[in-house]
């Protein structure tokens, strides 16, 4: 069907507001990857930079160069993977118990986490639980509060009542017992499912912030958003008490410098995530909303 004039002048002006829109959200993202590599001595002397004349990686080696910038990201490693694992197995887990129309007070205990949906306990006494748990300064203490959701395991519930219980009542017959059904059957059958919450508890934990503000006083266990706060703060001291960016004036970086640089590598990861997990994050996305 051919477009009358007044579509084509619609389409046209909503093509172009959209592409403006997009340039104007990501110069930003531009403009932080591009000062990152940008020479120190170039970036001194100009103002805004579009496109560096001289590329270097000095920011990148002398950040790497530092234990206490390898030391947190390290540590939001062991966070994104060994919390995301963790999570997977516990919500998942969660949800296909109460899947199971079985299970004996399933809505006593449906109930009760949509409670922990509506009623947050709130700061303090997440703080009291974790202090007589004796998980201060620890990196556990960034982990356990948050194994689950309350909304996650519901969601996730949804799905798994999408599940025939047949293929349970064959594998029953076959002789696998409840664990073995989730392990061989569940889990292979919720790859969606998996990938979609999988990279939702990657990025919360890869994001830690206030958590570790609340939990961890020990520089030595600060994931890397609490160091890339320092960073931003005051580049040369961000290592607080034990000053592992004191010295980098010597080698004349500039802050703004180390500051996008940081910022860079702690975005990276997560964006390097997301192209292996997209196949399945398309189908996931929508777990619990249909029911066939």
């Known amino acids: 069907m051919k477009r009358r004039a007044s579509e084509k002048i619609y389409y046209a002006a909503n093509t172009c507001l959209l592409?403006?829109?997009s340039l104007i959200t990501l110069f930003p993202l531009y403009y932080v990857f591009v000062v990152s590599f940008t020479e120190p001595s170039e970036f001194i002397r100009g103002g805004v930079i579009l496109f560096p004349r001289t590329w270097t990686?000095?920011?990148y080696e002398y950040l790497l160069s530092t234990r206490t910038f390898i030391r947190s990201i390290l540590n939001s490693g062991f966070l994104a993977?060994?919390?995301t694992l963790s999570s997977l197995i516990v919500t998942s887990g969660l949800a296909y118990m109460l899947s199971r129309k079985r299970l004996v007070g399933r809505r006593v205990i449906t109930l009760l986490i949509l409670l922990t949906i509506l009623f947050s306990p709130g700061m303090i006494p997440n703080y009291l639980v974790v202090r007589e748990?004796?998980?201060i300064n620890q990196?556990?203490?960034l982990i356990i509060p948050a194994l689950s959701s309350g909304w996650y395991v519901?969601?996730?519930k949804g799905f798994f009542d999408s599940i025939p219980e047949s293929l349970e009542e064959a594998a029953t017959i076959d002789g696998c017992n409840d664990v073995g059904i989730w392990l061989r059957i569940i889990l292979p059958l919720s790859l969606p499912a998996m990938a979609a919450f999988g990279l939702f508890f990657a990025?919360?934990?890869w994001n830690t912030y206030f958590s570790a503000v609340l939990y961890i006083n020990n520089p030595a266990k600060w994931p890397l958003q609490i160091l890339l706060q320092n960073l931003l703060v005051d580049p040369y001291m961000a290592g607080g008490s034990e000053g592992a960016y004191v010295g980098s004036e010597q080698l004349n970086l500039p802050p703004e410098g180390l500051k996008m640089a940081a910022i860079v590598m702690t975005t990276i990861p997560?964006?390097?995530v997301y192209p292996f997990l997209q196949k399945h994050f398309a189908k996931g996305a929508m777990v619990g909303s249909v029911k066939e």
Do not use: C, F, H
């Open 154 to 156: 519901l969601l996730m």
């Open 57 to 59: 990686t000095i920011s």
């Open 270 to 272: 997560i964006l390097l």
């Open 19 to 21: 592409s403006l829109i």
């Open 133 to 135: 748990l004796g998980l």
């Open 81 to 83: 993977t060994v919390g």
């Open 139 to 141: 990196i556990w203490a």
């Open 203 to 205: 990025v919360g934990y």
